[in-house]
Each structure stands twice: as C-alpha cells, then as structure tokens.
C-alpha cells in the first residue's frame, strides 16, 4: 500500500509586523512606523519575511515626501529587498529559500523593503547567488544591479580595457562608486567625476585613476568637444550628459542611468551621426528575468563582499528617515543598508 506523501509543515505566519510607511494627509507626506498584519499587504502569489533593503537616492525621495517616486499613499518605500521566502504559490520557491528582488515598481506602484514581510510576484524575485547572503545583496542593491547593466551595455557595445579611458559621473554615489570598482576590477582606466572633491581618497581606493570636479562636464558646451571618453556611466544627466556626450571618442558608447542632476537633456545630434557614439538606456526597472540573473552572477564573481565592506555601512530600519534627508543633501556615499529586523 503507498503510504501518503507526508505535508510539508505550515510555516509560521507573524500577526503583526513593522513597517516605515509614507503616509498623506492635509499637512503634506511624511514617514511614520506602523505595524501592519499580512492583511495589508498587496496582492501577490509569495510572501518574502524581509531581512534586509538598501537606501538608494529614489528610497531618499520617496521618504522624504518629495514627488514623482510614490503613486499612492499609503505606501511602504524601499525599491529592493532581501529575504527568505514564506510562500509561494506558484512552486517556484520552497519555504526557507533566499531571495532578493530589486524594481518590478516595488517601493513606488506597490509596498517595498521598509517592512518585515512583502508579498510580491515570484517571476520578480532572484535567487541568492550561491556563497552571498542578503546583506552583501543590499550592499549592492538597486544601485549595484545599475552600475552592473551599465558596464555590461558598454561591453557589448565594444567598450574594452584596452579601449581608452571610461569617464564615471555621480562617483561617490551608490550607482558611480559601484561602476567605479566593476570598471577598474576589469582593467579600465577609470576617470571619477564627483562634485565632492574631499571624496578623492576613497574614490581612488576603489580603483579610479584620474578625479575631476563634477563642474568640467556642464562647461562643456560645444556640440562636439576633444575625444576623451571611450565609455561612459552617467548617473547625473542633463548637462553632465549632454558635455559627456560631446566629449565621447568616435564610437564610444554612454550608458545613462539616473537624473541626479536633473532629467532635461540639451545637446545635439552631432556625437551621434559625425562620431557614432551610443547613447545607452539602462532600465533596471523592468530588466528581462535571465538579464537580471546574468547581472548577479557577474556581481557574486566581481564584487564580493570583502570588496564593499570599506564602502558600506548597515544601519537600523529607524534610522532611515533621518537618512533620506542626508542622501537627498548629498552626504551619503557608497552603499547603506537597511536592517529591517532592528
């Protein structure tokens, strides 16, 4: 006689867990610790017990009540997370399985990483790379996954180590410190555009060659300026943009990924048609599935976590509304990740 397959058991479910909500009301947005049961949380076939999230400048944003990144209030920030899976109902993942996940609209159209548990899509989730936990996850975060699409965009765009130097903007940031360290591990010479120059120290630790001041780029106001740049990582945009491009070597490629510096961009079709240069979208919103795993492979192998330990810092789930304010004034640099648990 078959004996019955024995169930797996039911795995503990909280009754009530911590979150950092933006909340709305008639004297504007502002950021308020709640305590939530399951029942809040969005739709979603997995349920995630978060460990740990990051601070990238849109969390800063989003907490600090500025507009355009929330589409609804209440809503839970945080764009990434870490974690062990609860429940998934579609089998993909086993209870216990570690996990993160990084955009998909989380922590802007749907409850992010600033809470103990998310219920999510598993199509939306990574499985840990093997031999990292979810801390080094955090560590490199939205902002790592960023500089690591970037950086592979001008590898297949032709940008090689022997190719010339690569110009990085927004440096000392979470998106440029990390492309600073992937594009010097691999051999470039990497030039560090940053608006803080006392930052030149730890920029050269992580490999870049050369530190200009984030002003040279805007004053670059010709339609096509001296060859320089035979790749570049721009997390800053508008006129930062607009003089890297113009400054790009003949079939160089530039990789934008952020607006820091504002989301205009005035320049003209030259780089594009006299020189050839690619201008590079990096979405990592919306990144295909196999792209992302493709994407995080290649971070567990070049970016290890005793690579980011000089770079990182951990800090409490309480201290993040007093950090949104520090990263929107620019006094944040490398990666900050978020214990949810404390």
């Known amino acids: 006689m078959t004996q019955p397959t024995p169930s797996l058991p039911e795995p503990h479910l909280p009754e009530h867990f911590r979150a950092l909500r933006a ?14 049961t399951l029942a809040d949380l969005p739709e979603g076939d997995t349920l995630v ?15 600090a009540g500025r507009p355009g990144v929330l589409k609804s209030y209440p809503m839970t920030p945080g764009i990434d997370l870490a974690g062990t899976v609860v429940q998934d109902q579609t089998g993909t993942y086993q209870p216990g399985d570690a996990v993160l996940l990084t955009g998909w609209g989380i922590g802007e159209r749907q409850d992010g990483g600033y809470a103990e548990y998310a219920r999510v899509k598993a199509g939306w989730l990574v499985p840990l790379p093997e031999g990292t936990t979810p801390e080094w996850a955090m560590s490199v ?36 410190s990390t492309a600073v ?22 920029l050269r630790s992580l490999g870049a060659s050369n530190v200009i001041g984030r002003e040279e780029l805007p004053a670059l106001k010709r339609p096509l300026e001296k060859e320089r740049w035979a790749g570049v990582v721009d997390s800053v945009g508008a006129d930062t943009l607009a003089g890297a491009l113009a400054s790009t070597r003949t079939h160089g490629a530039v990789a934008a990924c952020g607006l820091a510096g504002g989301s205009a961009l005035n320049t003209t079709v030259f780089p594009f ?5 690619n201008l590079l979208g990096i979405d ?6 196999e792209r992302r795993r493709a994407a995080w492979a290649r971070l567990a192998r070049d970016l290890p976590a005793d ?21 929107l004034a620019g006094q944040v640099r490398g990666r900050t990740v978020i214990d949810v648990t404390r």
């Open 273 to 277: 048609i006299l020189r050839g240069v």
């Open 49 to 63: 017990r978060v460990t740990h999230s990051s601070l990238n400048y849109k969390d800063g944003l989003a907490v």
């Open 141 to 176: 975060g939205t902002a790592g996954f960023t500089a690591m699409l970037a950086v592979m965009a001008l590898e297949e765009h032709g940008v090689t180590p022997g190719s010339g130097e690569v110009l990085v903007t927004g440096a000392a940031g979470g998106v440029g």
């Open 307 to 327: 690579k980011l330990a000089d770079v990182t810092q951990v800090r409490p789930l309480s201290d993040v509304p007093g950090l949104a304010q520090e990263i």
């Open 284 to 289: 990592s919103v919306n990144c295909p599935p």
């Open 23 to 36: 909340v709305k009301d008639e004297t504007g947005v502002r950021p308020e610790f709640q305590t939530l």
């Open 181 to 202: 360290a992937l594009l010097a591990a691999a051999g470039h010479p990497v030039t560090a555009s940053t608006g803080r120059p006392e930052e030149e120290a730890y």
